[in-house]
């Protein structure tokens, strides 16, 4: 992928993964043709992050809302995960991509959750790209857990404040989004890293999931990098300024 080199790339970007479902139905396939397909673009995704400087990708593969879904589609879905982890894990490893897993694995079947442990441990020291996939993922979940843990230390409520939350949040560490994407033209968080996204910048495109390629990516990429953060306060007057400094807030 080809970017003007004044423009900022972002560190961390984060993804909706939205549109699958509707990318099958309007080809007459069955819905898990469309995550099947779905996990090809993922793979793209995930080199061109490597390739132009992205340093933590965040991806949106099952919220806590979806196990709402028919019964099918769930476990369909939970298949297709364990093929691109038996598929993939080995790779993203010899290529220095550190994967993580925010959410919970209370209530997925036993054999993915440990395919899910088994990838995150064997990949733990890699540092060329953090790639978070967020499963069994839900924003204020996540919230509650930390506050939960926080009130569990017997921290006094006058010391509570935002980088104690964060600390214990499920990206812990980790700067927050600078780039939110969604695809297939929703307009909505939908639940997702509602706490860390506070000050993200968001880009929506109506290109399906599967269709997303490395044009599209490079076109977020660029929007971006023309825009000015303010963070609340006055526009920036140097490149430099826009990207913000990263941690929580920025």
């Excluded at 297709?80 to 993203?92: C, F, G, N, P």
């Amino acid at each position: 992928m080809v970017l003007e080199q004044q423009v900022d790339v972002p560190t961390h970007v984060a993804i909706i993964m939205d549109g699958n479902g509707r990318w099958a139905s309007e080809r007459g396939l069955p819905r898990a043709a469309g995550h099947r397909a779905g996990t090809e673009t993922v793979r793209a995704i995930i080199e061109a992050c490597v390739e132009c400087g992205v340093r933590i990708l965040t991806l949106y593969t099952f919220s806590t809302e979806n196990w709402q879904r028919p019964y099918e589609e769930i476990d369909a879905l939970f298949a297709i995960l364990s093929d691109v982890i038996d598929r993939e894990a080995d790779d993203l490893r010899r290529n220095g991509v550190q994967i993580r897993h925010i959410g919970t694995l209370e209530g997925v079947p036993s054999v993915l959750a440990q395919r899910i442990k088994r990838a995150v441990e064997g990949t733990r020291h890699n540092e060329r790209l953090i790639l978070n996939v967020a499963f069994n993922y839900g924003a204020r979940s996540e919230i509650l857990r930390a506050v939960r843990r926080i009130v569990a230390r017997g921290v006094p409520p006058e010391l509570v404040d935002e980088q104690s939350i964060g600390d214990n949040l499920d990206t812990a560490g980790l700067p927050d989004p600078d780039l939110v994407i969604r695809t297939a033209g929703e307009m909505r968080l939908s639940n997702f890293l509602l706490w860390q996204a506070a000050y993200a910048e968001f880009w929506a495109t109506n290109v399906y999931w599967p269709d997303f390629d490395v044009a599209e990516f490079t076109r977020a990429l660029r929007a971006f990098g023309l825009r000015r953060r303010r963070f609340g306060g006055l526009p920036p007057s140097s490149p430099s300024e826009r990207r913000g400094v990263g941690g929580n807030g920025a």
